[in-house]
């Protein structure tokens, strides 16, 4: 892993594929653990565009049936959270009356899923898990219980593995900090 420019900004190795492939492989573990053999389909939904790549490697990994739903938020502007959540693409599906798996790229202040978390019980959600790869605790408020965490990391500007800065990075397979 070396450096990488993106934009006006050097972003150095902080996270190999290695390490976030075994993150969520234990994810996976907890999720089958808690859903295989269970009567219900539960909605995996990727909240777009950041958890693609975490959404994709999971689903692989599950071991049961499952709907693949979908939907855009967005609250950061360059490499600052505005602190006002935006839904950019709406539910791709309806999830009256069922469990849905949110799967987030990371969670910080934890604004973004509180506001999720409502809008899917709003939508008639029977219940509603957190799901993310990544979790900065330093700067999560703890409004909102996470189910399945992948990795916790520092409160730092990350990119790669589907986050990324002003729309680049998303394609790179390990995650980069900020230099």
Same mark, same amino acid.
């Given at each position: 892993?070396?450096?990488?420019?993106?934009?006006?900004?050097?972003?150095?190795?902080?996270?190999?594929?290695?390490?976030?492939?075994?993150?969520?492989?234990?994810?996976?573990?907890? %999720?089958? /653990?808690?859903?295989?053999?269970?009567?219900?389909?539960?909605?995996?939904?990727?909240?777009?565009? @950041?958890?693609?790549?975490?959404?994709?490697?999971?689903? /692989?990994?599950?071991?049961?049936?499952?709907?693949?739903?979908?939907?855009?938020?967005?609250?950061?502007?360059?490499?600052?959270?505005?602190?006002?959540?935006?839904?950019?693409?709406?539910?791709?599906?309806?999830?009256?009356?069922?469990?849905?798996?949110?799967?987030?790229?990371?969670?910080?202040? @934890?604004?973004?899923?509180?506001?999720?978390?409502?809008?899917?019980?709003?939508?008639?959600?029977?219940?509603? /898990?957190?799901?993310?790869?990544?979790? /900065?605790?330093?700067?999560?408020?703890?409004?909102?219980?996470?189910?399945?965490?992948?990795?916790?990391?520092?409160?730092?500007?990350?990119?790669?593995?589907?986050?990324?800065?002003?729309? %680049?990075?998303?394609?790179?397979?390990?995650?980069?900090?900020?230099?």
């Amino acid at each position: 892993m070396e450096k990488v420019h993106i934009h006006d900004k050097v972003f150095v190795p902080f996270m190999p594929y290695e390490q976030i492939s075994q993150a969520i492989d234990a994810v996976a573990d907890k %999720l089958n /653990k808690d859903f295989c053999g269970k009567n219900e389909t539960p909605v995996l939904l990727c909240v777009l565009h @950041g958890a693609i790549m975490f959404t994709g490697e999971l689903m /692989k990994r599950l071991d049961f049936p499952l709907e693949l739903a979908s939907m855009k938020l967005s609250s950061y502007v360059g490499t600052t959270s505005t602190g006002v959540v935006r839904e950019v693409m709406p539910l791709s599906t309806d999830v009256s009356g069922k469990t849905v798996i949110v799967c987030e790229d990371i969670v910080d202040t @934890g604004t973004t899923i509180v506001e999720l978390k409502q809008k899917l019980f709003d939508k008639g959600a029977k219940d509603v /898990k957190i799901c993310t790869m990544l979790l /900065k605790p330093e700067v999560f408020k703890d409004r909102c219980k996470l189910d399945y965490v992948g990795a916790e990391i520092p409160n730092r500007f990350i990119v790669g593995f589907g986050l990324d800065y002003d729309e %680049l990075g998303r394609n790179l397979k390990d995650i980069y900090v900020l230099e």
